[in-house]
């Protein structure tokens, strides 16, 4: 057996993917850190957010670091800026020492996020490289979730002790650095295959395939459509009279759903192959008119909201999976960097977009549920166009 295929040593490896959303996993101490450090809201949300601006410059850089320094390399690199900058607040209350600290927290995250991905093509191949992108996208909400608790009860001892949830990071690392192998000569190795394998069928990825880009506005597509459900719910909730509480609760589940989803991606994919795509688009689809027509009917409403997660999980992996069909081995880091980004800026964009869309469909009031009610049922209706047009298109690439 080879050491990449031992147990210990996936499970080394996704415990990196476990630490990727640790950024919000201090949400819980912002209004006790407004109060201790003096300053507005508006500054103190700046730390949780400015993670996640760092983040997607540097997983644009990340594929020049590991280049020079190597594909483990460079993880270790990103994991140790997460685990000394990550608890540096529990040793200091200067907001702007905070700040930066909160700054090379992500670019320690950007550092490794697509690494976290692109060593999957890799290390594994057919079956085995779709469970494992499943499994790390299910890590990533599992991590979300714990450190989330984690975090809530070191807040029991003051927010400075929230941010001591980075130590987990050490553990996580030393196990990745014994246990995890060096990619390089299995890289030189698959691209051998690989080149050997492109000369038989007189096909295979030569250079970045301009699916590439499609696949990245997709993924912004994705998450707009995503984060539109989920940052809308609390608004259409509070018009329904519901608990704050409940609403929280709901929200959790809707992470628990997108974990199903990643776990069994690989079964699903199994027995789906190509039609995996179109499976998530329509059950995303099926989501959207759940809550865009429940009518005030909160457990249809609560229904479509847990649902979104599910097929999200099915198809962010099987966008990552089909990379290794679309560009060179060794630009691999590289593209899972470009389709990542495109993630990352649908969040970033979904508030404007879904204003811009209520705003043409002639809702041009400021309330957050009016207009997810108008623009969510648009978006099913793109979700289910995609779906039949990658249903007649590219059967050989999407497979």
Known sequence: MKSQDKWITKVAFLGISFM???AYAINGALPQMTKSLGVSATEVQALATTPSIVVTVFVLLS???????GDKKTIILGMLLVGFAGIVPFFVSSYAAILVSRMVLGAGFGIFNSLAVS???VMYQGQTRATML?????VEQIGQAVLTFVAGLLLNFGWHTTFLVYLLAFPILYLFYVRVPDTTEMLAEAEEKQGKAAKKSLEGPKK???????LTLFAAFLVIDYMAIQLSFPFMAQSLGVNGMVVSTILSFMLVAAMVGGIVYGTIQKLFGRFTLQVGLILMAISNYLVAFSNHNFVMLTIGVLLIGFPMQLISPFIFSQLPNLAPLKKQPFVTSIILIGFNVGVFVEPFIISFLAGIMGNHTSNVAAAAYTTIPLLGVILLIIAVITFFTNRKRLA
Do not use: E
């Open 134 to 138: 499943g499994w790390r996208a299910a």
């Open 119 to 121: 060593m999957i093509a």
């Open 63 to 69: 594929s020049f670091i590991a280049a020079k320094l």
């Open 208 to 214: 970045i395939s301009p699916v590439v880009w499609i």
């Open 20 to 22: 990727l959303t640790s």
